[in-house]
């Protein structure tokens, strides 16, 4: 895989540098509900600030404002507030959602221009919008010496190993409500894997009618509900044996173990999408299950996707896990095999 080249190389000192972060956080009244990718973002922020930068400029966006009204809700102030508290270095400035322009998506050269203005090169280690040509990913790349960000050189060699000659045997676990999100992703590396785990609503999609070459292991047995709610009456069921009107929200006790089994004997591991609604007690099971199967395995094991990723820290086992990727969008395209523009346009190392 071609790597673009790294800030740790860039004549930094007395610079003004702008870096296109991954500040897309959850907020919950006006306040940062989880700051895991603030933490993220500081290596190439202190490696910047240790090398004598003179100010860098933060920028990125958060959330979808599509409105006037929108423009407080998804204000930068409180990630603002809440780099300040981490950093502490008035060095470090965070710039306005870049959304709040109507050119970052359309990759406005007004917009790339008014980014870059009055700085002297460019970091991008936002790897979750990498797969997208913005102003703030592509366009300022025009403008200034461009450059890859810690994180998002992690994300590249981590990921890139599923893409390469990986150790055997090799899992592919894959979940969540539809099999055309993953389609792509799983044609990738389904073929190449030696076995895929299917669960989810995912699941029954395959079971209907299959859009893959090769076999999947579909749940032998869920947990079913009697409606949507968290609090529906629940049985385990044969996965092909649902009672009419029921709907199955988990992967039951067999194919937990079934799973759990398969994943132990694996070399190389890559998860993405949970077994079910694991946000309700009554179904989270197969999710944990899963998640502490992939923890255990001697594998390298990467686990991508935001459902995932949260799986894993619920269940108290993710510092057991090989490489933790919360690219989203960007961790499927570049397991698909597509180029990322955030990543083509910077330089090769």
Request: proline share 5%; hydrophobic share 45%; with cysteine.
């Amino acid at each position: 895989m071609r790597l673009p080249r790294s800030v740790d190389t860039a004549d930094i000192a007395g610079k003004v540098v702008l870096v296109r972060s991954d500040l897309n956080v959850p907020l919950e009244a006006g306040r940062v509900a989880d700051d895991t990718r603030i933490h993220a973002s500081f290596p190439t922020i202190r490696l910047l600030l240790d090398r004598g930068a003179r100010e860098v400029r933060v920028c990125s966006h958060l959330g979808r404002p599509k409105s006037e009204e929108d423009r407080a809700r998804y204000s930068m102030e409180p990630v603002r507030e809440r780099l300040a508290e981490l950093v502490g270095d008035e060095r470090v400035q965070v710039l306005e959602n870049t959304r709040f322009d109507a050119g970052e998506t359309k990759n406005d050269p007004a917009f790339a221009r008014e980014l870059a203005e009055g700085c002297d090169l460019y970091v991008n280690d936002a790897f979750g919008s990498a797969h997208r040509a913005h102003s703030s990913t592509v366009g300022v790349t025009e403008l200034l010496p461009a450059y890859a960000g810690l994180l998002l050189l992690d994300e590249l060699t981590h990921l890139g190993r599923l893409l390469g000659d990986v150790e055997r045997p090799f899992v592919l676990v894959s979940g969540g409500a539809k099999v055309e999100d993953k389609i792509g992703v799983l044609q990738s590396l389904g073929g190449r894997a030696d076995e895929v785990l299917i669960g989810g609503k995912m699941a029954e999609d395959v079971r209907m009618e299959s859009p893959f070459t090769f076999d999947a292991v579909l749940p032998a047995d869920v947990v079913a509900a009697s409606a949507f709610e968290a609090g529906a009456e629940t049985e385990v069921t044969p996965f092909d044996a649902l009672p009419d009107g029921w709907l199955g929200l988990d992967i039951g006790p067999d194919t937990r173990e079934d799973f759990a089994r398969r994943l132990a004997a694996a070399k190389t591991i890559f998860w993405n999408g949970p077994m079910g609604v694991f946000e309700w007690p009554a179904f989270a099971e197969g999710t944990f299950a899963v998640a502490r199967a992939v923890a255990d395995a001697d594998a390298f094991s990467v686990v991508g996707g935001g459902d995932s990723v949260r799986a894993v820290q619920e269940a108290g086992v993710a510092d057991r896990i090989s490489w933790l990727s919360t690219g989203g969008g960007a961790s499927l395209e570049l397991l698909e095999g597509k180029e990322l523009p955030g990543v083509a346009a910077i330089p090769s190392a």
